[in-house]
């Protein structure tokens, strides 16, 4: 387990503001007690952990350490960032943009469709196309994450069986990948 390297960083944090915008700050901020946040890579995925329990996880052994904090996503081979749904926790907390779906849209995105204008219930204003946004039920639960296919005022002119959000992880994924989703 080690921080990650500038290069690094910057990946992670570049996709992460596409969800959280100017909020991404408070991600890293001290929190009240003098413990902060940070993120760390095991192997090729990405943790985010409080900084106390990371100092904790270097007496563990590389090959004996599963998982500690919450995992954020994975690096692929060429370097790219992929989030994955585990960190629908960190997301919701400090979404900028949110989409909430109909009780008749739910079931179709946890079985992995993208959202169609017609299960749209209400969204944020102003959200431009190909933004990050987090995807609640109308209790407000979240139930995942994706990017807009449209911005706000072009969605409203669509049919409504037109894509307003391309669906990239949803807590249907706890099922359908489970065997692969935390294997290294």
């Given at each position: 387990m080690r921080p990650l390297t500038e290069e690094e960083t910057k990946t992670l944090f570049a996709k992460l503001a596409n969800y959280t915008g100017a909020s991404l700050n408070n991600l890293i901020a001290?929190?009240?007690?003098?413990?902060?946040?940070?993120?760390?890579?095991?192997?090729?995925?990405?943790?985010?952990?409080?900084l106390s329990i990371a100092n904790l996880a270097t007496s563990v052994g590389r090959d004996k350490l599963l998982s500690v904090g919450t995992c954020l996503g994975k690096f692929s081979k060429t370097g790219k960032f992929r989030l994955h749904i585990t960190s629908l926790p960190v997301l919701a907390e400090h979404a900028r943009y949110k989409i909430w779906i109909r009780p008749n849209?739910?079931?179709?995105f946890l079985y992995g469709g993208n959202i169609v204008k017609a299960h749209v219930g209400r969204w944020s204003d102003d959200c431009p196309e190909h933004q990050g946004?987090?995807?609640?039920?109308?209790?407000?639960?979240?139930?995942?994450?994706?990017?807009?296919?449209?911005?706000?005022?072009e969605a409203r002119r669509l049919d409504p069986t037109g894509?307003?959000?391309?669906?990239?992880?949803?807590?249907?994924?706890?099922?359908?990948?489970?065997?692969?989703?935390?294997?290294?």
């Open positions: 001290p929190l009240d007690d003098g413990d902060r946040y940070v993120f760390r890579l095991q192997r090729d995925r990405v943790y985010y952990v409080l849209g739910t079931m179709p946004v987090v995807v609640y039920d109308m209790n407000d639960t979240p139930l995942g994450f994706g990017v807009t296919a449209r911005s706000t005022t894509v307003v959000c391309f669906r990239q992880a949803d807590c249907g994924e706890f099922l359908r990948d489970e065997d692969t989703l935390f294997a290294s």
